[in-house]
């Protein structure tokens, strides 16, 4: 009769094993959640639908393709739709907010509030990255923006620069890029219509031209925060629809989605 055995070392692999799935798992390095605000930014068209800078706007003015790019760095997508608070924060790794609504553009804007800046700034010492995408003049709400902003040395000026006239899109280029991982590989970007910075330590400028900083980073406690003054890479411009070839937004747009990955904390 054929005899069947298990090698005791086999065993034991597998019991160790398994013993590593059910235990350590918890612990493990797990994909960062990317959490897209829609409550300081709640714009709605006029039939009532959210839309401007979220994951669901396919359209021009939406995030769908930079949804695409956190995606395939394993990263998981949110919307927050409420007030950020500490229960809301440990939820989620990268926190974007994108141009806070003016009083034209809702008639009701949820302002950032002190208790929310002070539940933001804890979060970032504890690891979080903080992203703040503003506008141009007047187009922004700079006040509250601002007052959170400060928090990390950074204040947005009130004020709208690199026009661009009709499509004559070199009016909107930047070719003086920095060494930065932003940029790494890219020649060539387009912003319009922009604000600019003043900064106080620790903030540093990532972007500058002829002395004005156009985007800016602040290493907090464990955290990041990285602050620019456009919302710069909605779908309008993150690829060639509207863009010549010659501009880099979407390769800039990938670095900057591992930029953010690579900074926020691995393990919960």
Not at 5 to 26: G, K
Request: proline share 6%; charged share 20%; aromatic share 12%.
């Amino acid at each position: 009769m054929k005899k069947f055995s298990t090698p005791p070392i086999s065993f034991r692999n597998l019991a160790m094993a398994l013993f590593l799935s059910l235990f350590l798992s918890p612990f493990a390095s797990i994909a960062q959640v990317v959490g897209l605000d829609n409550w300081y930014n709640r714009e709605t068209t006029k039939s009532g639908q959210p839309f401007h800078y979220l994951w669901t706007d396919t359209e021009n003015s939406g995030y769908s393709q930079w949804g695409e790019l956190f995606r395939k760095q394993g990263a998981t997508l949110t919307t927050l739709e409420q007030a950020a608070d500490k229960k809301v924060l440990e939820k989620i790794d990268i926190y974007l907010i994108v141009d806070p609504d003016t009083t034209t553009e809702s008639k009701a804007p949820n302002y950032l509030q002190p208790e929310d800046i002070k539940a933001i700034r804890n979060w970032v010492n504890k690891g979080g990255v903080l992203v703040l995408m503003a506008n141009d003049a007047p187009n922004c709400e700079f006040t509250h923006l601002n007052q959170l902003a400060a928090e990390f040395g950074i204040y947005f000026n009130h004020v709208s620069l690199h026009p661009v006239l009709n499509r004559k899109w070199d009016m909107g280029a930047f070719v003086s890029l920095p060494d930065h991982p932003i940029f790494k590989g890219v020649s060539k970007i387009y912003m319009k219509e922009i604000s600019s910075f003043e900064l106080k330590a620790p903030a540093k400028p990532i972007l500058a031209e002829n002395g004005v900083v156009y985007m800016a980073e602040s290493k907090v406690g464990k955290g990041l925060v990285v602050a620019i003054g456009d919302p710069w890479i909605y779908n309008e411009y993150i690829d060639h629809k509207m863009l010549p070839e010659d501009f880099e937004n979407l390769k800039a747009a990938a670095n900057f989605t591992e930029y953010l990955i690579g900074n926020a904390r691995k393990v919960k």
